[in-house]
């Protein structure tokens, strides 16, 4: 087909659509470095529009190996953030999955899904997973991704047989996508950082809006497409200020989004502000219910500190692992930021260190020979089902299975002066009270910055300890390590002056005051005392007992609120603290809940709605606020 030019380059920061990502639009046409070099000398591409079942074309880069002495396999990732550079004389700085695999020689394959940028069709965010397929026309990503394996075993010379599908983030929705009703050709699946459901990744968590983080992805990335297009619709948005904080505090209510920048243009995100509950448009797009009859061997990725997709591995690991008896089902986390293993040495992040280079051990030890077993019959399959990084301890471990069996369950309970303690309560009335102003909200980073940063999840939280609107509860200094391993969950018992409340919970590692700095870290970093986040969470009060049913408080009145924080494989070192804090905003990373119940925050929530709460945590005998852990055996 005729060369397609004029594709612009864009980056989004601190969203989802991290274009830099492996296979992303990173590189201008004709980059003559060395990667663009080896690729160039090595592979031949070609572009074709792949026909689907109900006529849609979708455009497809091929990549296959110059040598063809032998037959390779095919490696697939399908995104909606384009397969650029467009034109087969153009050629990117990377192939597949990391570098390794491109040395390997597969035949590697990116295609455009429905709707997006060269492909033809309606473009629908998470497509809904069609159940019963009567006719051509019911088509979904499954089928998308069949009708293309079917096509590429019969018109790609030099292939093998076997095909394997990889993706990080979105993309890793369709790979995760590809496993059900799969095609006997696919052999392997990836799943890394996949979305699984957008109610509890990236755009709400537990109800609670994120923000920034759903205001700078749509605005590039919801703009719907005018036609076919190599292109971006338009560069991200413009705060006109490095201060986040002070950006969305003056924005107001979130209806001023659309009354100021959207102009309803957005049609995703009309939708989601339309539906604030989890309601039948949410439920449709959730991908965990429909992982049956998976076949290929599957190996999901996550990282612990991803800010995104913390949430999707885990749900995806575990949907396949109880659905599909007898399938090779593994995963992977490791002490990464969202991507991190595919772009990075991952020997530290932040200010934190790792003592490894933890993403080339994946991408040398774990990733590689995943690929090359089940689509080359290259060396032995991986006994291990779970590979997991240990933060704090700083190893890599080897499960049998995840959570761990061993794991003991303990509870740490809040207690009087701010003391976290394995002995429950024993006051007939306690509580810790303290006063969340919608209009002062607790930050959720200690520095300036307009979104997400990708680092939040493991900062120093000294700056929120000291907020009078902030709970914090430690412990002693621990005599031996502690492992905490498995499901963290917050089981609360609060009540609010108001009638709708946020509560964030976050789990901290206090280092020794005598913790010595890094070598080369910046100016003013004090790693001595250092509160560093392990795990957090946020619900919107409202959906405690329903997501899809919201209620409102009623003020004064101890409620039980439970609130999962998702996994940790973590160790407190001897000599250090375990810490939990509880708060009612985290702003911007969380929109301000008015704390007054108003049908839909969205659209109807008023600046008069806003008011001042006193939140109470309580800690007696009766309602005896803690966590619940699962702790490893020394």
């Given at each position: 087909m005729k060369p397609l030019t004029g594709n612009r380059i864009l980056t989004i920061a601190g969203s989802l659509a991290l274009v830099t990502l492996v296979g992303g639009c990173s590189v201008q046409p004709n980059t003559q470095d060395d990667a663009t070099r080896h690729i160039r000398d090595n592979y031949t591409k070609r572009e074709f529009r792949i026909p689907m079942r109900d006529g849609a074309t979708l455009f497809t880069a091929v990549y296959s190996p110059q040598d063809e002495s032998e037959s390779y396999p095919i490696m697939m990732r399908r995104t909606p953030y384009c397969v650029?550079?467009?034109?087969?004389?153009?050629?990117?700085?990377?192939?597949?999955?990391?570098?390794?695999?491109?040395?390997?020689?597969?035949?590697?394959?990116?295609?455009?899904?429905?709707?997006?940028?060269?492909?033809?069709?309606?473009?629908?965010?998470?497509?809904?997973?069609?159940?019963?397929?009567?006719?051509?026309?019911?088509?979904?990503?499954?089928?998308?991704?069949?009708?293309?394996?079917?096509?590429?075993?019969?018109?790609?010379?030099?292939?093998?047989?076997?095909?394997?599908?990889?993706?990080?983030?979105?993309?890793?929705?369709?790979?995760?996508?590809?496993?059900?009703?799969?095609?006997?050709?696919?052999?392997?699946?990836?799943?890394?950082?996949?979305?699984?459901?957008?109610?509890?990744?990236?755009?709400?968590?537990?109800?609670?809006?994120?923000?920034?983080?759903?205001?700078?992805?749509?605005?590039?990335?919801?703009?719907?497409?005018?036609?076919?297009?190599?292109e971006w619709?338009?560069?991200?948005?413009?705060?006109?200020?490095?201060?986040?904080?002070e950006f969305y505090l003056e924005l107001g209510p979130i209806k001023n989004i659309n009354e100021r920048y959207y102009r309803g243009e957005i049609p995703f995100w009309n939708a989601t502000i339309e539906h604030p509950n989890y309601d039948q448009f949410w439920q449709d797009r959730n991908i965990v219910p429909h992982l049956n009859d998976v076949a290929p061997a599957v190996m999901t990725v996550g990282g612990w500190f991803d800010a995104e997709d913390l949430y999707g591995p885990l749900a995806i690991y575990r949907s396949v692992e109880?659905?599909?008896?007898?399938?090779?089902?593994?995963?992977?986390?490791g002490p990464w930021r969202h991507g991190g293993w595919a772009r990075d040495d991952g020997d530290s992040l932040s200010y934190v260190r790792f003592g490894s280079k933890t993403s080339l051990y994946y991408r040398e030890s774990i990733e590689l020979p995943f690929f090359n077993y089940y689509l080359k019959g290259k060396g032995d399959p991986d006994p291990v089902e779970a590979h997991m990084f240990e933060t704090g301890a700083n190893q890599w471990r080897t499960f049998e299975q995840w959570p761990p069996a061993e794991a003991e369950q303990r509870h740490l309970y809040m207690r009087a002066g701010g003391d976290l303690s394995n002995a429950a309560p024993s006051a007939r009335t306690a509580w810790d009270e303290y006063v969340s102003d919608p209009a002062n909200p607790v930050p959720y980073i200690g520095d300036v910055g307009q979104g997400m940063i990708r680092e939040y999840m493991i900062d120093d939280q000294r700056f929120a300890s000291r907020r009078p609107d902030v709970l914090v509860y430690q412990t002693e200094v621990l005599e031996e390590d502690v492992t905490l391993a498995g499901p963290v969950i917050a089981d609360l018992w609060v009540s609010t002056s108001g009638t709708d409340s946020d509560w964030v919970v976050k789990l901290v590692d206090v280092f020794p005051p005598d913790t010595p700095n890094r070598d080369g870290a910046p100016r003013g970093v004090q790693m001595g005392g250092y509160q560093m986040m392990v795990r957090s969470?946020?619900?919107?009060?409202?959906?405690?007992?329903?997501?899809?049913?919201?209620?409102?408080?009623?003020?004064?009145?101890?409620?039980?609120?439970?609130?999962?924080?998702?996994?940790?494989?973590?160790?407190f070192k001897r000599g250090h603290r375990i810490m939990v804090h509880v708060q009612s905003t985290w702003f911007p990373l969380v929109d301000r809940n008015p704390q007054t119940y108003v049908d839909n925050?969205?659209?109807?929530?008023?600046?008069?709605?806003?008011?001042?709460?006193?939140?109470?945590?309580?800690?007696?005998?009766?309602?005896?606020?803690?966590?619940?852990?699962g702790v490893l055996p020394r």
């Amino acid at each position: 087909m005729k060369p397609l030019t004029g594709n612009r380059i864009l980056t989004i920061a601190g969203s989802l659509a991290l274009v830099t990502l492996v296979g992303g639009c990173s590189v201008q046409p004709n980059t003559q470095d060395d990667a663009t070099r080896h690729i160039r000398d090595n592979y031949t591409k070609r572009e074709f529009r792949i026909p689907m079942r109900d006529g849609a074309t979708l455009f497809t880069a091929v990549y296959s190996p110059q040598d063809e002495s032998e037959s390779y396999p095919i490696m697939m990732r399908r995104t909606p953030y384009c397969v650029c550079p467009y034109g087969e004389d153009d050629y990117p700085t990377q192939l597949g999955p990391s570098e390794l695999l491109a040395r390997e020689k597969f035949i590697f394959v990116l295609q455009d899904v429905r709707g997006r940028f060269m492909s033809e069709g309606e473009f629908l965010n998470m497509t809904p997973h069609v159940m019963e397929k009567n006719s051509n026309e019911d088509v979904d990503e499954s089928t998308d991704t069949y009708d293309t394996i079917e096509w590429l075993l019969e018109n790609v010379p030099n292939n093998n047989g076997k095909v394997g599908m990889w993706g990080i983030s979105y993309p890793g929705f369709y790979a995760a996508a590809s496993m059900i009703d799969a095609h006997p050709a696919l052999a392997a699946v990836s799943p890394q950082a996949p979305i699984a459901d957008w109610w509890f990744d990236d755009f709400h968590h537990h109800g609670a809006f994120f923000l920034p983080h759903t205001f700078g992805f749509f605005w590039v990335f919801g703009l719907p497409r005018d036609g076919l297009t190599t292109e971006w619709p338009r560069d991200r948005f413009d705060f006109g200020t490095p201060d986040g904080y002070e950006f969305y505090l003056e924005l107001g209510p979130i209806k001023n989004i659309n009354e100021r920048y959207y102009r309803g243009e957005i049609p995703f995100w009309n939708a989601t502000i339309e539906h604030p509950n989890y309601d039948q448009f949410w439920q449709d797009r959730n991908i965990v219910p429909h992982l049956n009859d998976v076949a290929p061997a599957v190996m999901t990725v996550g990282g612990w500190f991803d800010a995104e997709d913390l949430y999707g591995p885990l749900a995806i690991y575990r949907s396949v692992e109880e659905k599909n008896p007898g399938v090779q089902n593994s995963i992977v986390m490791g002490p990464w930021r969202h991507g991190g293993w595919a772009r990075d040495d991952g020997d530290s992040l932040s200010y934190v260190r790792f003592g490894s280079k933890t993403s080339l051990y994946y991408r040398e030890s774990i990733e590689l020979p995943f690929f090359n077993y089940y689509l080359k019959g290259k060396g032995d399959p991986d006994p291990v089902e779970a590979h997991m990084f240990e933060t704090g301890a700083n190893q890599w471990r080897t499960f049998e299975q995840w959570p761990p069996a061993e794991a003991e369950q303990r509870h740490l309970y809040m207690r009087a002066g701010g003391d976290l303690s394995n002995a429950a309560p024993s006051a007939r009335t306690a509580w810790d009270e303290y006063v969340s102003d919608p209009a002062n909200p607790v930050p959720y980073i200690g520095d300036v910055g307009q979104g997400m940063i990708r680092e939040y999840m493991i900062d120093d939280q000294r700056f929120a300890s000291r907020r009078p609107d902030v709970l914090v509860y430690q412990t002693e200094v621990l005599e031996e390590d502690v492992t905490l391993a498995g499901p963290v969950i917050a089981d609360l018992w609060v009540s609010t002056s108001g009638t709708d409340s946020d509560w964030v919970v976050k789990l901290v590692d206090v280092f020794p005051p005598d913790t010595p700095n890094r070598d080369g870290a910046p100016r003013g970093v004090q790693m001595g005392g250092y509160q560093m986040m392990v795990r957090s969470e946020v619900i919107r009060g409202r959906f405690r007992d329903s997501y899809e049913f919201p209620e409102p408080f009623v003020p004064n009145q101890a409620t039980h609120v439970v609130l999962p924080l998702q996994d940790v494989l973590h160790t407190f070192k001897r000599g250090h603290r375990i810490m939990v804090h509880v708060q009612s905003t985290w702003f911007p990373l969380v929109d301000r809940n008015p704390q007054t119940y108003v049908d839909n925050i969205y659209t109807d929530a008023e600046e008069s709605d806003f008011i001042a709460a006193t939140q109470r945590v309580y800690r007696s005998r009766q309602y005896p606020s803690h966590l619940r852990v699962g702790v490893l055996p020394r």
